[in-house]
């Protein structure tokens, strides 16, 4: 009878403690959230740490909480002591967890620590381009161009070349290439594609106040190759971020090529000469 009062009372302890683990990190999820909401307001605020830092507290909580439950176990005494002793931590996970759970968690506090990226950064990771949305203990989450939910292990990124277009300065450059054929005119094509970059709402101006005085070229086009069965053209139009990028190449390829249309000029197909020996 004294056995079972006290394999009840553990039992009340136990589930005492998991519903305060329980509460404690819902409460604690929600103030942070709400002090993030609060700095959202301020654009010069980077919540990546913060988020981060947010996902750490809570795992902590549970694992306390998870610590304390054993503790109420006389079999698991020891056990639950040493998730509460701080040599013991380390040892204790290092044995439970695999290595890649512990290579992501190291790498994750690296990315949080040195920034290759930080949250609402668009980057591209193993050819996957999307948005940071999110970066936590395990991984980090972006959101691509089709609203798809892309999940990285941190282990991986920490492996990968990162191409960031937000990093120091969002302005983006997009090269409009074409090839024409031998016998049109070179000269006005050219200057249809300087035009078209020109008066596009989303192109940039990015010469400087010695350019401007110099009289650079609002718009660089140059003659780059002498292809096969082309002569190739290219031009650099500048736009605010990737986005307004993307959008003004799409329209300037059709500009260009309606453009180019009216004015005669031939965007051959590949050619070939054969010659037949007799």
């Known amino acids: 009878m004294i056995d079972y009062l006290k ?3 553990i039992g009340i302890f136990i589930a005492i403690i998991a519903i305060t683990t329980i509460v404690l990190g819902a409460l604690t999820e929600k103030v942070l959230r709400y002090f993030l909401y ?4 301020d654009k010069e605020y980077d919540v990546t740490g913060f988020k981060f830092l947010k996902h750490f507290i809570i795992t902590v909580i549970y694992i306390l909480g998870f610590a304390f439950a054993l503790i109420q176990i006389p079999e698991f005494k020891i056990i639950g002591h040493s998730f509460l002793a701080g040599a013991g931590v380390i040892s204790l996970v290092a044995g439970l967890a695999s290595q890649q759970a512990l290579s992501n968690i190291v790498s994750g506090i690296f990315l949080v620590i040195f920034k290759p990226f930080r949250i609402n950064d668009k980057i591209t990771i193993n ?6 949305e999110d970066i936590n203990l395990r991984q980090v989450v972006l959101k691509d161009a089709e609203n798809n939910r892309i999940i990285i292990p941190n282990s991986v990124i920490s492996n990968q070349i990162i191409v960031n277009t937000n990093m120091h300065d969002t302005k983006c450059c997009k090269i409009i290439e074409v090839g024409i054929g031998y016998e049109s005119d070179v000269e006005k094509a050219l200057e249809i594609m300087r035009d078209e970059i020109a008066k596009h709402p989303l192109f940039i101006d990015t010469r400087t106040a010695e350019n401007k005085k110099q009289k650079a070229p609002l718009v660089v086009a140059r003659v780059v190759a002498l292809a096969d069965s082309s002569v190739t053209l290219k031009a650099w139009a500048w736009a605010k971020n990737s986005t307004d990028g993307f ?10 090529k ?21």
């Open 7 to 9: 394999d009840f009372r």
């Open 38 to 41: 609060k700095k959202l307001s």
């Open 127 to 132: 050819n996957f381009v999307g948005t940071v």
């Open 247 to 256: 959008v003004m190449y799409c329209d300037l390829l059709q500009s260009i």
């Open 258 to 278: 309606k453009r180019f249309d009216e004015s005669e000029i031939d965007i051959p197909y590949p050619q070939r000469v054969i010659t037949l020996k007799k």
